[in-house]
């Protein structure tokens, strides 16, 4: 019996002071709001085969990449969002413009709190700093869809058609550069397409989007109460409202709150990534 213990006592001294660490593995978060996954490595049994066991590693097999199911269009009479098939109609799309300026990575922060899915619609003129790059990838990499808005924010039907295309192309290059792809969506500034900047927008593979309707740059809605209560109860919300909301202070504060007065009137905030685009 206390050969028995004795065995059992050394056994027991040994795998405490064996010093293995547990191994962890951790994926990279990917930008489909999809969790992080993590998986502990297994301490292996002090025996003859403990050395072999140790350098073993683990294999799993790969998960297989989600295909988003493409079962909205946009609608370029009205530009709202309508469903193809059975899709729910009862859909609202956010969109978010002239980002990141002040308030994009905390209306991001507040979305994402929400679950809430949206476009953010960003200017050139807002990622020529370190800083600001690095705003727009924390953006990207919280799962929301980034949209080309021009460089700078000039009137398309202003301007020549050289100094169009750069206003759209090299915005997507900047865009690409930072966050690894490019936009699948265009807002012209003021909502002004041309001709010709439509053919940019299709030679890039880019969807043009305008908004159903938005109201934050108006004086009377430039506080919380006044932007989040039009939002909500516009007598042009309906099935499929394409939301034109901008990067501004009264919106930043009240946008958690249209969000949910919006789900409260039985609305789905739409993912951007439903929406059949240019491929």
Known sequence: MKKILATGLTLLLLTACSGEPTTTNEETKKPDHSEMEEESGKTTEVDSSAEKNTEQEETSE?????????????NENNWSINPIGDANPKVVLLTIDDAPD??????????????????????????????EKETLKKIHDMGFTIGNHTYSHSSLKEISPEKQKEEIVSLNDLIESIIGERPKFFRAPFGQNT?????????????????????????????KDAITDIMVNSPYLNDGANLLMHDRTWTSEGLSDIVKGLRNKGYETLDPNRIKTIE
């Open 102 to 131: 002040q308030h994009a990575l905390q209306m991001a922060k507040d979305l994402k709190a929400l679950n809430a899915p949206a476009i953010f619609f960003v200017n050139g003129h807002f990622l020529e700093t370190p800083e």
């Open 195 to 223: 001709d010709y900047s439509r053919q940019i927008a299709a030679e890039e593979k880019m969807s043009l989007m305008n908004w159903t309707y938005g109201y934050d740059w108006e004086k009377q809605y430039q506080n």
């Open 62 to 74: 790969p998960s297989e990449e989600v295909v988003q199911t493409k079962d909205y269009t946009i």
